[in-house]
């Protein structure tokens, strides 16, 4: 489920950033793209996940799933969001807000992630490389989401740039991760 989700999201978010960098003639083309992208990432859920826990802990045998399906629903929501916006043409300061919403839980599964994960925390017996992809694309999510956050909530025309770029870097390196988790979960 992650590294298919990590894929479509950042593909969504790259679409969105040639959108805030101004190369896409039509919102509507980004719409349709990000929209797509968001219900398929929702579609995401019905897989099972490669992070069950091996050994059961009393009461959180699944919490690294459901964090992470947390994480899924709140981002294919917000790509949804922007394909909405795109093709109808609304006002995008809803998304902004709605950009602080995620930074926040973002950052609450990235460090649920990271702690939980870590050599010496609950879910230890994990490989490194998972755990490091784990926490490494919720943090990137968090600074996508905050950068947004300030440029599409407050309309700061200064951070247009910033944004676009943060965000076109930021959803390659989350597609590669995501690519990486792929690879690894089929051999």
């Given at each position: 489920?992650?590294?298919?989700f990590f894929?479509?999201?950042?593909?969504?978010l790259?679409?969105?950033?040639?959108s805030i960098?101004?190369?896409y003639?039509?919102g509507?083309?980004?719409?349709i793209?990000?929209?797509g992208l968001?219900?398929l990432?929702?579609?995401t859920?019905?897989?099972?996940s490669?992070i069950?826990?091996?050994?059961?802990?009393?009461?959180?045998?699944?919490?690294?799933t459901?964090?992470?399906?947390?994480?899924?629903?709140?981002?294919?929501?917000?790509?949804?969001?922007?394909?909405a916006?795109?093709?109808?043409?609304?006002?995008?300061?809803?998304i902004?807000?709605?950009?602080?919403?995620l930074?926040v839980?973002?950052?609450?599964?990235?460090?649920?992630?990271?702690i939980?994960?870590?050599?010496?925390?609950e879910?230890?017996?994990y490989?490194?490389?998972?755990?490091?992809?784990?926490?490494?694309?919720?943090?990137?999510?968090?600074?996508?989401?905050?950068?947004?956050?300030f440029?599409?909530?407050?309309?700061?025309?200064?951070?247009?740039?910033v944004?676009?770029?943060?965000?076109?870097l930021?959803?390659?390196?989350?597609?590669l991760?995501?690519?990486?988790?792929?690879?690894?979960?089929?051999?």
């Amino acid at each position: 489920m992650e590294g298919i989700f990590f894929v479509l999201i950042g593909a969504a978010l790259y679409s969105q950033a040639w959108s805030i960098l101004g190369l896409y003639s039509e919102g509507r083309t980004m719409g349709i793209f990000t929209a797509g992208l968001g219900l398929l990432s929702l579609g995401t859920i019905m897989f099972g996940s490669t992070i069950e826990p091996t050994v059961l802990v009393e009461g959180g045998a699944g919490s690294l799933t459901n964090a992470l399906t947390a994480l899924v629903i709140l981002w294919a929501v917000y790509a949804v969001g922007v394909g909405a916006t795109g093709i109808w043409e609304f006002e995008d300061r809803a998304i902004g807000f709605y950009s602080s919403f995620l930074a926040v839980a973002s950052v609450i599964v990235f460090l649920y992630f990271a702690i939980s994960m870590s050599p010496g925390g609950e879910f230890s017996d994990y490989s490194e490389g998972l755990w490091l992809s784990m926490s490494a694309v919720p943090l990137v999510l968090t600074v996508i989401s905050t950068i947004t956050f300030f440029y599409l909530g407050f309309q700061f025309q200064l951070l247009r740039l910033v944004s676009g770029w943060f965000t076109l870097l930021g959803s390659i390196v989350i597609s590669l991760i995501g690519l990486g988790v792929v690879a690894t979960a089929i051999a």
